[in-house]
């Protein structure tokens, strides 16, 4: 067997040991060196890009939530200016509505007031020529009496007899 192979895990070998102590202060010495600025200023500039990215989206959460409660004020007053607006037209239909009921009554009335002068109208019309007919029939009965002899019953006769020759 190979002595170096005999050896077991826990035993130390000094030589191996300072050459890699060696090798990792080196490491430790070109990493700070070269490598441990660069890595901390993008580490940092990442820790600051992810920092701005969430305070960003911390702002525009904030700025969706202040949205959303400006939407549902807007629709709150769109809703309150549709009712007043739907009230008011009911309001203004059912004026209209009337005010068409009382125009209504009022023609109605100014018509009915028409047709009853109309009728008085021609009522006295009626009358008045009945008059004039009434009187030209006496006039006529009259004459003819006073053309026969003046007999009642001859006279009542003869003005029966006129009146039907009318007809």
Do not use: C, H
Request: charged share 40%.
């Amino acid at each position: 067997m190979n002595p170096v192979y005999a050896q077991g895990l826990l035993d130390v070998d000094f030589g191996l040991f300072f050459w890699v102590l060696i090798t990792f202060l080196l490491f430790l010495f070109l990493l700070s060196k070269f490598a441990w600025k660069p890595i901390l200023n993008a580490l940092g500039e990442r820790e600051k890009v992810i920092k701005e990215s969430l305070e960003a989206a911390e702002k525009a959460k904030s700025e969706a939530e202040q949205i959303s409660r400006d939407n549902e004020k807007a629709l709150k007053e769109a809703e309150s200016i549709s009712q007043k607006i739907r009230k008011e037209a009911l309001k203004e239909a059912e004026t209209l509505r009337a005010d068409r009921i009382e125009k209504a009554k009022v023609e109605s009335e100014k018509f009915l007031n028409q047709a009853r002068s109309s009728i008085e109208q021609e009522k006295k019309q009626a009358l008045i020529e009945l008059r004039e007919e009434v009187s030209r029939l006496a006039i006529g009965a009259a004459a003819r009496i006073l053309d026969e002899e003046l007999d009642e019953k001859r006279n009542r006769k003869i003005v029966d007899r006129y009146i039907k020759e009318l007809n």
